[in-house]
């Protein structure tokens, strides 16, 4: 069948966060043509995308996916010959070994994506803001897996790591209660979402988004602990951050120390009526500081990106011995300080 590459290439740039680093499980590796749809499955999300092919057939994503950007023309031919994916082109053939996806699709049959329609109901508009926003605050470190989460619960979206906690209050309610890991919540929150639904027959939360694509992501079962006591500050000292924080962040943090974007972090000083920032990697370290209304001393490390954000919704935080504290209209973001020696 003739496809239009392009388009074949944007479902599966959709379908490929859910791709296994590592062949743990058989064929999560892979993308898996259902004939209706195509979809990934890494024992933790699965994607799956509506694309119409006369094929049924798993192929290793990596080497396809380079494979089809790689081609010039806009149109492919791909047939399933003996069962190897032939893709024509001019000047170009290609024979790529299949399997049947049999094992996979066994698995992806028990999240029973048909009869989850029935189910979805519309998710607030900012949820997709709210999870981007709290999964900075996750744990990274698996010890403590539901600190791993993002939790939400009716018109609450928050995550900790037990030093930050991160809590968005959404316009309306969603009426339930679930757990899902921080991880999940980063590749989702990529997605313009629209509905969602959790399956009364397995452990499962689905999103729906404005293309028809379905993000499955698992859920934790167990119980989130009460972190509302520290959303406030006893003394309650307000400090304004001067309009130049945003600039002195994004210098740091072309020197900031981190793998990803998720683990970044800069170093923020304030003292003698100074705000520093610091960034500081293996290549080197950059400092930039500027005046700032108050006679306190605090230290702190934070992500860049997130503190960034959070600098677009308020430049004031507030201020005891033990914490600061973020606020906006609807989120709030709270780092635990170290005690002073």
């Known amino acids: 069948m003739k496809i ?106 028990t999240l029973e994506l048909d009869r989850i329609q029935k189910l979805l109901k ?64 980063i590749e989702l929150a990529k997605f313009e979402l629209d509905k969602f639904a959790i399956s009364p027959t397995n452990n499962w939360v689905y999103f729906t988004t404005n293309t028809g694509a379905i993000f499955c992501s698992r859920l934790m079962s167990d119980d989130y602990p009460d972190y509302g006591q520290f959303l406030s500050c006893n003394k309650d000292i307000e400090i304004v951050l001067p309009s130049e924080t945003i600039q002195l962040v994004e210098t740091a943090a072309i020197l900031a120390c981190g793998d990803d974007d998720q683990n970044k972090e800069v170093e923020i000083n304030i003292s003698n009526n100074k705000l520093r920032c610091r960034g500081e990697n293996k290549l080197g370290w950059i400092e930039s500081e500027s005046d700032i209304k108050t006679n306190q001393t605090i230290d702190f490390i934070i992500n860049p990106i997130f503190l960034l954000m959070i600098l677009t919704y308020t430049h004031t935080m507030n201020f005891d011995e033990s914490k600061i504290i973020f606020k906006s209209e609807n989120f709030k973001h709270t780092i635990a300080l170290k005690a002073k020696e």
């Open 4 to 109: 239009q590459k392009q388009q074949l290439i944007d479902v599966l740039t959709t379908i490929r966060p859910a791709l296994a680093k590592k062949a743990i499980i058989e064929q999560a590796t892979h993308f898996i043509f259902c004939g209706d749809k195509v979809l990934s499955y890494n024992d933790r999300i699965c994607i799956a995308t509506p694309f119409e092919t006369d094929f049924i057939c798993s192929i290793n994503a990596e080497e396809f996916y380079k494979i089809l950007t790689s081609i010039l023309q806009e149109e492919v031919e791909i047939k399933l010959v003996d069962q190897k994916l032939k893709i024509t082109a001019k000047k170009l053939n290609v024979l790529l070994t299949t399997e049947d996806g049999s094992a996979i699709l066994k698995m992806v049959e």
């Open 122 to 185: 519309p998710l607030p508009t900012e949820f997709r803001k709210a999870i981007s926003l709290c999964s900075f605050s996750a744990a990274k470190d698996m010890s403590n897996p539901i600190l791993t989460c993002v939790f939400v619960g009716d018109n609450k979206v928050a995550s900790s790591d037990n030093l930050r906690i991160s809590e968005y209050t959404l316009s309306e309610s969603i009426k339930t209660t679930f757990l899902f890991p921080a991880t999940s919540a």
